[in-house]
């Protein structure tokens, strides 16, 4: 029998990231500013290093990955890539399951792959704070853990419900060094808008976004970071993709289909684009974004130009989105509820490149809970979203008797979640059906453009 743990050495992390962008037969469109015309290098100037500027918008096909962030991925990288031979039994089917497993990390998921690059480059870039948003906290953990490797102060405006839900990803950023603050505060002006329409507000991403540009751009030491959307944070999650193709090559196989879930498209990205370089080049593979039932951006949203944020701070990116005053239903996958997307990604979904599904809540639970019953590892509620999806194709191929190759990833563990899986247990939880009437409201608000077309 083949290895259950496909394994590669520290010398086989990539020494490139792959941009999809040189492989895409439409270029995503330009970011704009707020006069409508395309912003350049400068306008960004801001808020983000140059280094990261420039991969924002470059064409390259692969970028290196300086010495020192290779160093730092040594303490979890490579990630294995495992096959999932307990659950294909379970399941009955013919199909081979794999799953790449990012919950390895310090941080416990995919997203210290980005963290520590952008640490490094602003480092490198004289910046000594950094400011950012989380939902779930996963990302506020990630760029913590990468400040402190770098020596950089963080701050992280964390979004009120969770800030209370998760008390121990609070303690984790702290453990790390970082400063943790509920968002929304009285400490920028977008908080405080926030909290005089309701005190009581519960914040949102896209507000705690709101607040962290604010404090990056109004101050000469501190930049901004995000954790996902951006076309250079899904060029830094190709590690993932990039080891798996080297790990599927070790056993000889290739995925038909792959499937991870998709909040801002990161680690969708960068498990499916180095296999993408492929399909543009004619190899025949399905690649999956798994979205919630409550937030449903590609399958449902508008392709249209959107903020990034509620408050309308950051450029307009042309993007799937359901508006930038989207205000989430309290769903358990934290990580899953942007109101947008990645711009590749959409571009891409756009041209029918990439695939889109969206699923129920329960239903991720109870695939999450199968999994966990027959690999051991308990998954994050986002990456339940992938295990529904790959579950139900494996299915099918015990319908068909196909045996197809599936491979999702597996985008963290669900250490700090287990609340939102007691109440799976308990019953509690709901499905929730993203209403149609809020999806044609968002079209009314999205910006105009001032020179549309
Ligand atoms: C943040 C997060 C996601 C969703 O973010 P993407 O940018 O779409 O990858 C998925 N899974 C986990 C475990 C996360 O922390």
Not at 305 to 321: E, I, S
Request: glycine share 8%; hydrophobic share 40%.
């Amino acid at each position: 029998m083949s290895d259950t743990k496909i394994l590669l050495d520290e010398s086989e992390i990539p020494t490139h990231w792959y941009n999809v962008v040189a492989d895409m037969p439409i270029r995503p469109a330009p970011p704009l500013g707020p006069d409508g015309r395309p912003l350049g290098p400068e306008a960004l100037a801001a808020i983000f290093p140059m280094a990261l500027i420039e991969q924002e918008m470059s064409t390259e096909r692969w970028i290196s990955i300086p010495e020192p962030v290779r160093e730092i991925y040594r303490l979890w990288r490579p990630s294995p890539l495992c096959r999932a031979r307990r659950l294909e039994q379970t399941l009955g089917t013919p199909a081979r399951i794999y799953y790449k497993y990012e919950g390895i990390s310090p941080a416990g998921s995919h997203k210290p792959n980005t963290a520590v690059a952008q640490a490094y480059y602003n480092k490198q870039a004289g910046i000594t704070r950094l400011a950012t948003e989380t939902g779930a906290g996963q990302w506020g953990s990630a760029l913590a853990l990468a400040g402190q490797m770098f020596g950089i102060e963080v701050r992280v405006y964390m979004v009120k419900v969770s800030f209370h839900q998760k008390p121990y990803r609070r303690s984790m950023m702290q453990t790390w060094g970082a400063e943790v603050l509920a968002s929304p505060t009285d400490i920028t002006e977008s908080g405080r808008k926030a909290l005089a329409q309701d005190p009581e507000s519960p914040g949102s991403l896209g507000l705690a976004i709101s607040e962290a540009v604010e404090e990056a751009a109004s101050r000469e030491d501190t930049n901004y970071s995000l954790g996902s959307v951006l076309n250079h944070v899904l060029l830094h999650q190709t590690v993932i993709g990039l080891e798996a193709k080297k790990q599927f090559e070790k056993v000889g196989d290739y995925p038909d289909i792959i499937y991870a879930p998709c909040g801002g498209g990161s680690n969708f990205g960068g498990a499916a684009f180095p296999f993408f370089a492929d399909k543009a080049a004619g190899k025949e593979v399905r690649l999956v974004a798994v979205e919630p039932a409550s937030c449903p951006t590609l399958t449902r949203g508008h392709f249209a130009y959107d903020y990034g944020d509620t408050a309308g701070l950051t450029p307009l990116m042309h993007m799937y989105t359901l508006g930038h005053d989207f205000m989430p239903p309290s769903i358990h996958a934290g990580g899953l509820r942007y109101h947008g997307d990645s711009v590749l990604v959409s571009q891409l979904y756009h041209d029918g490149l990439v695939d889109a599904v969206a699923v129920p809540q329960i239903a991720t639970f109870e695939a999450g809970v199968t999994f966990s019953r027959c690999e051991g590892i308990i998954p994050a509620p986002e990456s339940n979203h992938a295990i529904r999806a790959c579950i139900d194709d494996a299915l099918k191929c015990k319908e068909t008797g196909e045996p197809k190759t599936l491979f999702f990833n597996l985008s963290g563990h669900g250490h700090f979640d287990m609340a939102a899986y007691d109440k799976y247990f308990s019953g509690e939880l709901e499905d929730y059906d993203y209403p149609e009437q809020a999806i044609k409201a968002a079209l009314h608000n999205l910006p105009k453009l001032a020179s549309a077309g």
